[in-house]
Antibody, heavy 120, light 109 residues
């Protein structure tokens, strides 16, 4: 069974750093892209970027370039999303999702989400 | 504002059929497949439709998807109270980046 287990909720102050994780199991981690998706309170879904664990190829959505850093550690089948200096506008729930390609791309499995609150 | 346009809300009574639209452009929906997701408050999105009209195992056949040109639709027939949720469409663009619609909140009256 494919599972994406995300790290727990975080409460941080502006300017602090943070790294959240998404541990995958139940499939060959190297063979699938992992996506990070932001959902701000009461808002829709936004793709931040994707990482391919086999070679750490990373693609960022233009709106999120430079705002956060995506990475993956294939030795522990885990993808990461990190910030060096959080802002209140980073308050959101962050989902990881597995990307699958058949005749097109889709997000076929999702983590439960990591709520992040940034407030002084 | 999302690149893929959905109506913000929809409503229908139990047993009725409801459709939710998703409008894009030539570089996204017009060139690539469309997925649909169902999300309940406080939970993760769930894949409902992929490759325009395919249902993952376990998704009832009351849910169906279609695509024509630069638009796609999700139809739910025999509406049930438990279908009250938010629905998102998604498609990839030719720059290999994923796009989501703004979401449609479905109310079962």
């Amino acid at each position: 069974e494919v599972q994406l287990v995300q790290s727990g909720a975080e409460v941080k102050k502006p300017g602090e750093s943070l790294k959240i994780s998404c541990q995958a199991s139940g499939y060959t981690f190297l063979n699938y892209w992992i996506a990070w998706v932001r959902q701000m309170p009461g808002r829709g879904l936004e793709l931040m970027g994707i990482v391919y664990p086999a070679d750490s190829d990373i693609k960022y959505s233009p709106s999120f370039q430079g705002l956060a850093t995506i990475s993956a550690d294939s030795s522990i089948t885990t993808a990461y999303l990190q910030w060096n200096s959080l802002k209140p506008s980073d308050t959101a729930t962050y989902f990881c999702a597995r990307l699958r390609y058949t005749i097109g791309w889709d997000f076929d499995h999702w983590g439960r989400g990591t709520p992040v609150t940034v407030s002084s | 504002q999302s690149v893929l346009t959905q109506p913000p809300s929809a409503s229908a009574t139990p047993g009725q059929r409801v459709t939710i639209s998703c409008s894009g452009g030539n570089s996204n929906i017009g060139s690539n497949t469309v997925s649909w997701f169902q999300q309940f408050p406080g939970t993760a999105p769930k894949l409902l439709i992929y490759n325009n009209d395919q249902r993952p195992s376990g998704v009832p056949d009351r849910f169906s998807g279609s695509k024509s040109g630069t638009s796609a639709s999700l139809a739910i027939s025999g509406l049930q109270s438990e279908d009250e949720a938010e629905y998102f469409c998604a498609a990839w663009d030719n720059n290999l980046m994923g796009l989501f619609g703004g979401g449609t909140k479905l109310t079962v009256l």
